[in-house]
């Protein structure tokens, strides 16, 4: 799986997310995973089921991994985050 066909999901809107997905698709990858950590996690969700549902409707979700990430703030102090990868596939 080559670093390319991976989406890092942030703040920006779905759509755009969405629109990476379908491009990378048509573009011939035959899978894409979402990356999202924290309150991006159902922004990730609602990219994934927008092109299953009305973009490429072929696309099938291959598999999620959830975990827990460590990350140490500007302060030094160590927080908990959640992460999530899905991958989607043709």
Known sequence: ?????????GNKPV????LAV???MNGGAPEVILKARGRAIS?????AE???N?????VDIAGIDICTEEITSNEGANTNVSAIEIQLSK
Do not use: P
């Open 50 to 52: 927008i092109v299953r």
């Open 15 to 18: 759509m755009n997310y969405v």
């Open 54 to 58: 009305r973009f490429i409707t072929d």
């Open 43 to 47: 922004r990730a969700v609602d990219v």
């Open 1 to 9: 799986m080559s670093e390319e066909n991976v989406v890092y999901i």
């Open 22 to 24: 379908v491009t990378q």
